[in-house]
């Protein structure tokens, strides 16, 4: 094992690039964003470009607020943190065929499935998308 660490050593050299620092963000210096289409949301960017590809937003959904039927072009990978929402599947909504999700409840939508969302109470939920953030309404044709 001693001669694979000083193997390793010898390849990498002593001089190995400095890491970035940390980011660390208390909560009340997060820095939130209204939704210009959604009354209600807000959104924080965590990790990446929303804009251009894989991402990690924060977002925070006001109680009542509702998520339309909609759907995205990449998967989206959400954990509630707070709060409780609804969540539906398909183009409409349907009370009767939703789950209620609590804190630590996450869901996994594919790319281009159609659901919705609730907000029951305040919620908080981190949202991690594998492509572009996008947001079309499920009326709007989906590609195959």
């Given amino acids: 094992m001693l001669t694979l660490t000083l193997l390793v050593a010898l390849v990498l050299g002593p001089d190995l690039p400095t890491p970035p ?4 963000v208390p909560a009340d210096e997060v820095v939130w964003v209204a939704s210009p289409k959604i009354p209600g ?8 470009d929303p804009a251009t590809g894989p991402h990690t937003v924060l977002l925070r959904v006001r109680a ?3 998520l339309p ?4 072009d990449s998967v989206e990978i959400t954990t509630v943190v ?12 349907d009370d009767a065929h939703a789950r209620r999700l609590g804190p630590g409840s996450y869901f996994v939508i594919p790319r281009r499935a ?14 991690q998308g594998t492509g572009r953030a996008d947001f079309h309404p499920a009326d709007r ?3 195959r």
């Fill in 82 to 93: 707070s709060g409780t929402l609804l969540l539906g599947e398909g183009d409409t909504m």
């Fill in 64 to 66: 009542g607020t509702t």
């Fill in 141 to 143: 044709r989906r590609p």
């Fill in 114 to 127: 159609p659901h919705w969302g609730r907000a029951i109470t305040d919620a908080i939920l981190s949202r």
């Fill in 21 to 24: 620092p940390a980011r660390i």
């Fill in 69 to 72: 039927p909609h759907w995205h």
């Fill in 41 to 48: 949301l807000e959104t924080a960017v965590v990790d990446g």
